[in-house]
């Protein structure tokens, strides 16, 4: 055998391997080409070259790197170097003193913006921020703080800056076409606070975008923050405000070779009413798959007709002619050959979603295609036949970590308790693959989504799923590894650490197997490579030559 380009050693590499195929931990691996070429004992190992890198990983947990199978890595990554993230934030002074620390590093007069990611219910203080406090917090600044898609909080020169104080500030709210969201005080006044998602997207448009150069900047540093937590692949669910324009920069990010992630991409329509005509011009490559190995387009979704795009708590157009709408644009995909995700809250949608796809594949057969639903929550047992006659699989996120409580008030706890029933599922033989929905309505760390996975825990410590759906640590992996793999065709090529596969791999900072359930959280990477590069090192595993 050919010497390695690279040898981890006396670890405890667990490989992930399928069916038995392999031993389940390995003490030593070896890499060349950026593939595994060998497993098992140092000793069965090739020896090493003159050039060899060597790693004593120490006794130390390695893993496949992992896959975030259903996140906005695109859209996160054009402003990310310009926000300030709140998810490990517990409270509300240590919020704003984050916002302090940016104005002290920026220019002034330029935008400092917190964009989703958290949850009041997270702080001590229960509650976000007024404007009063981000004014205190980064006076000479403007400042837009989101969260979710519940609400925004701008302070006072940020409100300036929108049009939203002074002269003009109410042809402004009336201009936003969601006059209705904006709050006011006893006066009448705007106070800087709007919610409801409609104004999520009008507010978007009134900040200034960062050039594409440094769009690009910031998704190398998002590619790069993915890597210091072990993920190696995300597959992007395009979003609201990701026309083509969006994809400029992580194309730049990959041309000038700075992309730490393996990113596929899915493409929902630009905005509504223009769905058919939008995913018609995708048709022209004739087939997905276009791109190399680094950033590919895979498919269309999540969203595939904004009138019937659901919420937990908010049921949208399920009607006749909005079902004939969405199933005439699946049925082109089909016709194309495309993979398609749809994006699935209530139970109602599923339902009619699934006749759709059955009714199609009767025309143009999908079983090939890896369709799948992308949330999910009220999917069981009971559709898995469904799901599996059609070759279609179920992307799952943490959502109720942050917004358990409000699907309880919605669905009731009995219903939620249910949600969903993944053990039954994925014991019958349905595809799951596990994500997080970062980066507006949830935390794009995977440990902290792994968590809600085997926990079923809100972040105020109330029980969502019941025991029997909580996932197993093993499971909970593969559905972080192989379960998004397969969406995208690449199960044979990714998430083991196996002879032939992708040297994707995470060296921990704990043991993730057996460490206590409530330190997964604080799990990050000590060493991670991809293709068998280095692209995150903290310096801790020992490098023999």
Known sequence: MSTPDLILRNGRIATLAKDGTAPEFVEALAVRGGKVVAIGAEADLPAAGPATVVYDLDGK???????????HFVRAGRTWDDEVRWEDMYSLADALASLAARAEDVPEGRWIRVIGGWDEKQFSEKRGPTREELDAAAPNHPVYVQM???????????????????????????????PQGFQRDES?????????????????????????????????????????????????????????????????????????????????????????????????????????????????GEIIMYRSHDRIADPAD???????????????????????????????????????????????????????FVHGELLGAGDAERLKRLGAGALFQSLLRLNGEEAIAVWGAERVAHAPELNLMWDAGVQIGLGSDAMRVA?????????????????????????????????????????????????????????????????????????????????????????GDVVHDDGTVARQS
């Open 61 to 71: 947990l390695a893993v496949p790197g992992l896959i975030d199978s259903h996140v």
């Open 318 to 372: 399920y009607s006749d002619e909005a079902m004939a709408e969405n199933k005439a644009v699946m049925r082109e995909a089909a016709k194309h050959g495309w993979p398609v995700q749809v994006h699935a809250h209530q139970r109602e949608f599923m339902d009619k979603v699934m006749t759709a796809w059955e009714e199609i594949n009767e025309e143009f057969p999908i079983t090939d295609l890896r369709w799948g």
């Open 148 to 178: 979710q898609y519940t609400y925004v909080v701008l302070n006072s020169r940020g409100m300036t800056e929108v049009g939203l104080h002074g002269d003009g500030a109410e042809d402004r709210v009336r201009d936003s076409q969601f």
């Open 443 to 531: 935390s794009y760390n995977p440990w902290v989504s792994l968590h809600w996975f085997l926990t079923g825990r809100t972040i105020q410590g109330n029980r969502t799923l019941a025991d029997e759906h909580l996932l197993s640590r093993e499971r909970a992996l593969r559905g972080y590894t192989q379960g998004g793999a397969w969406f995208t065709f690449e199960e044979e090529e990714r998430g083991q650490l196996v002879p032939g596969f992708a040297a994707d791999i995470a060296v921990l900072t704990d043991d993730f197997f057996t460490i206590p359930v409530d330190e997964i959280p604080h799990l990050a990477s000590r060493l991670t490579l991809l293709d």
């Open 188 to 300: 009448g006044a705007l106070t800087g606070r709007a919610g409801g998602g409609p104004l999520m997207t009008w507010f978007y448009r009134q900040l200034p975008m960062p050039t594409v150069d440094e769009q690009a900047a910031g998704t190398v540093s998002l590619s790069k923050e993915f890597a210091r937590l072990g993920m190696t692949g995300a597959i992007d669910g395009g979003g609201l405000s990701t026309g083509p324009e969006a994809y400029r920069a992580i194309a730049k990010a990959n041309f000038d070779g700075g992309l730490k992630t393996k990113v596929r991409l899915f493409k929902h329509a630009t905005r509504p009413g223009m769905e058919d005509e939008d995913f018609s011009g995708y048709y022209r490559f004739d087939s997905p798959g276009f791109g190399d190995d680094m950033l590919r387009f895979s498919g269309i």
